[in-house]
């Protein structure tokens, strides 16, 4: 019942918060260029509740599936009603219609609420990112391999610990979030890589493996970061003997070990004999006698174990300007890669797995008002506004870039796209649509399922 409930709450904030903002947007620029604008509303169908100021009704709706703004000669799916130019003969053309404004003023109007939505991407990343918050280490720093899981691609590829890697694909200098942004959106997709092993540089290539329910890419290595114990589990072996959080493990049984991976590895060759961490504590340095331990992962895996996790942060606090900065770099980054991610389904490069429905969103709402900081609620909150600030201006009838489309050739015909053509092109919109609709929101309920 309680998660339920944050699971509600989350949703509720979420989702209502991004939709406020979007139609605000469009309200927003349509008052400020004199159109009249009939019903704000958030959510579709039956009207539950609301209040009216002036030519305004602003209600909430009895599906909570989006929202819309209602403008004088347009109707709430943006399709020219028929009495925007059939006025009465005699009457007076109403100069609050639509219609009745230049195409120049209906493009601001349409791009106002995507890009309402961009601006608050912006100003939350802006938020997080100039508040005190914990990082995963090495996310904005150059990229150095720390270490490869033998047999997956960036070992099969010839990658090394230490390699640093100068170029992705297209990007130069890469960040590791760069690094892993790229990786997630190019399964069995070959990558071109650059790094630099001493003095050397090196051309090599990339094949990222399929892993888990998103169907996203994995090249089986971890950055470069201090290997310090962040985690312990209750009655295993590695609490038992005495290791700490803060620890920094230094070698195993004499030999170095740099990451979670490695100490995976070498433990299923030891199994269940005692193994000796030398780990750093303090100024000290402290020896510990382990036994690992036969531990079931899932329904189909058994691993030797001694309960630890090493998850490094860093703390970070940037000053305005340079959060500000960091967000509009983020923003651009992030909008790359959803377009990038979008041509690639398109090409069935990619699966549509990696795209997240409203069921996974709500879902992930809840989990974050749950159990997880403010910062990581207003990171996605702004993940989710960008990607639907982007969405909405794919040149799509129905959407916003659709209507932008058709203002535009609108306007280089200099003449109106005949409204049978318009009709037919929206509701052949409508069916992909609800298409897509659906098979996102299968997808969703797929990924739920156990054993998925």
């Known amino acids: 019942m309680t998660n339920a409930l944050y699971t509600l709450a989350g949703a509720g904030l979420v989702l209502g918060v991004m939709i406020l903002v979007h139609e605000f947007g469009h309200f927003a620029a349509a008052k400020l260029l004199g159109v009249r604008v009939e019903v704000f509303s958030i959510g579709f169908g039956k009207r539950l509740l609301g209040f009216r100021r002036g030519d305004t009704d602003y209600r909430i709706s009895a599906l909570p599936l989006g929202g819309y703004v209602k403008m004088t000669g347009v109707s709430a799916i943006e399709m020219p009603e028929e009495h925007a130019d059939g006025a009465p003969p005699g009457a007076s053309p109403d100069p609050g219609e639509f219609m009745r404004h230049p195409r120049w003023q209906r493009v601001i109007i349409a791009v106002a609420g995507p890009l309402a ?3 608050l991407a912006v100003a939350l990343l ?8 914990e990082i995963p280490y090495g996310m904005y720093r150059p990229a ?14 010839g990658v090394k610990e230490g390699d640093r890697i100068l170029q992705i694909g297209d990007t130069q200098n890469p960040t590791w979030q760069d690094v892993q942004n790229k990786i997630l959106i190019s399964p069995n997709q070959p990558i071109a890589l650059v790094v630099k092993r001493g003095k050397e540089e090196l051309p090599l290539t990339l094949l990222p493996k399929v892993e888990g329910k998103q169907q996203s890419g994995d090249a089986g290595w971890q950055p470069q970061q201090p290997f310090v114990v962040t985690g312990l589990e209750p009655d295993m072996p590695g609490i038992q003997a005495g290791l700490q959080v ?6 195993v049984d004499g030999k170095p070990i740099p990451a979670t991976g490695a100490m995976q590895a070498y433990l299923q060759t030891v199994k269940d004999k005692p193994v000796h ?20 992962v899932d329904a189909h895996t058994q691993t030797y174990r001694i309960g630890f996790v090493s998850e490094p942060t860093e703390i970070e ?10 967000a509009l770099k983020d923003c651009r980054k992030l909008s790359g890669l959803i377009l990038d991610l979008v041509g690639r389904m398109a090409e069935r490069k990619v699966s549509v797995k990696q795209m997240s429905g409203p069921i996974e969103i709500v879902r992930v709402s809840g989990e974050m008002v749950h159990n997880r900081s403010l910062n990581d609620l207003l990171e996605f909150m702004s993940m989710i506004s960008l990607q639907l600030g982007l969405f909405n201006l794919l040149p799509i009838p129905i959407l916003d870039g659709g209507l932008i489309a058709m203002l535009l ?17 929206y509701q052949a919109a409508f069916v992909c649509l609800v298409l897509f609709a659906s098979m996102v929101i299968f997808n969703d309920v797929v990924k739920l399922l156990p054993g998925q």
């Not at 803060?246 to 070698?251: F, P, R, T, W």
């Open 144 to 157: 150095v391999v720390g270490w490869c899981l033998p047999g997956y691609p960036a070992a099969q590829a």
């Open 317 to 326: 606090k940037l000053p305005l300007p340079d959060a500000f900065g960091r």
């Open 246 to 251: 803060g620890d920094e493990i230094l070698s």
């Open 117 to 119: 939505n961009v601006v």
């Open 409 to 425: 050739v609108e306007s280089v015909m200099r003449r109106d796209i005949n409204e049978g053509v318009k009709l037919r092109l």
């Open 277 to 296: 961490l030398e780990v750093r504590r303090g100024n000290q340095t402290v020896v510990l006698t382990v036994t690992p331990k036969l531990s079931v």
């Open 126 to 133: 802006t938020a997080v990112f100039s508040m005190r918050h």
